[in-house]
């Protein structure tokens, strides 16, 4: 069974810093590319930032570069994003998602569109306070 397994959210106060973890079992995680999207009330999902199978290419929405960064450990089947500086626009629910489909995560962009994307988990809560 698969599983994508969120944690790390938390109220912060704006200028702060988190850790997402996204852990993965029941597939072939060095195979896939893992994006993490975000979800605030009211909008569509925003594809935030992924990291590529391979050779581990990074991609970030404008929006959060310089301060998200992305990694994954492929031995311990886990996504990580960092984050800092947050601000109230950054308040939302942060859920990973897994695609194997090739060229989907690149240094010059993602799939944003989660029908693509094969597994999702159920998000972590972010919350920024100003």
């Known amino acids: 069974e698969v599983h994508l397994v969120e944690s790390g959210g938390a109220l912060v106060q704006a200028g702060g810093s988190l850790n997402l973890s996204c852990a993965a079992s029941g597939f072939s995680f060095d195979d896939y590319h893992i994006g993490w999207f975000r979800q605030a009330p009211g909008k569509e999902p925003e594809g935030v930032s992924c990291v590529s199978n391979g050779h581990g290419s990074t991609y970030y929405v404008q929006s959060v570069r310089g301060r998200f960064t992305i990694s994954r450990d492929n031995a311990k089947n886990t996504v990580y994003l960092r984050m800092n500086g947050l601000t109230p626009e950054d308040s939302a629910v942060y859920f990973c998602?897994?695609?194997?489909?090739?060229?989907?995560?690149?240094?010059?962009?993602?799939?944003?569109?989660?029908?693509?994307?094969?597994?999702r988990g159920q998000g972590t809560q972010v919350t920024v306070s100003s």
């Open positions: 998602a897994a695609t194997g489909v090739p060229y989907y995560c690149a240094n010059y962009g993602m799939v944003v569109n989660l029908r693509e994307y094969e597994y």
